[in-house]
């Protein structure tokens, strides 16, 4: 079974940077949609990056132009890089998988996830900007 792990989270002071990584056991299947979310206190869940299968990658306005999600080459692992972090930043952040979206886009893996669930989530990690 598939399990990711992300770490790299911490405190850091508005204006600064924090690259996230998840680590896949066994990377999810090759067709996967595989993103980024965050969960602020008092707030629902929500997506921020993701990358598709084909590389392509989208962003929520809430962090375009600050953060950047990539993949390692060798298919095991998946960053964000964040720069200048706000304190509105401040949130646990996962990062996920599914497998059945047929368009790695957030509508699609929005939908996904509130009738189904994704395939795959990571426990999380703290990223507390002040």
């Known amino acids: 079974d598939v399990q990711l792990v992300e770490s790299g989270g911490g405190s850091v002071q508005h204006g600064g940077s924090l690259r996230l990584s998840c680590v896949a056991s066994?990377?999810?299947?090759?067709?996967?949609?595989m993103g980024w979310y965050r969960q602020a206190p008092g707030k629902e869940r929500e997506a921020i990056a993701l990358f598709g299968s084909d590389g392509s990658t989208s962003y929520d306005d809430s962090v375009k132009g600050r953060f950047i999600i990539s993949k390692e080459h060798t298919n095991t692992t998946l960053y964000l890089q964040m720069n200048n972090l706000k304190s509105e930043d401040t949130a646990v952040y996962y990062c996920?998988?599914?497998?059945?979206?047929?368009?790695?886009?957030?509508?699609?893996?929005?939908?996904?996830?509130?009738?189904?669930?994704?395939?795959?989530w990571g426990k999380g990690t703290q990223v507390t900007v002040s």
């Open positions: 066994t990377w999810p299947h090759t067709r996967s949609c």
């Open positions: 996920a998988a599914d497998s059945r979206v047929v368009e790695c886009s957030f509508w699609s893996m929005n939908i996904q996830n509130v009738h189904y669930g994704l395939n795959y």
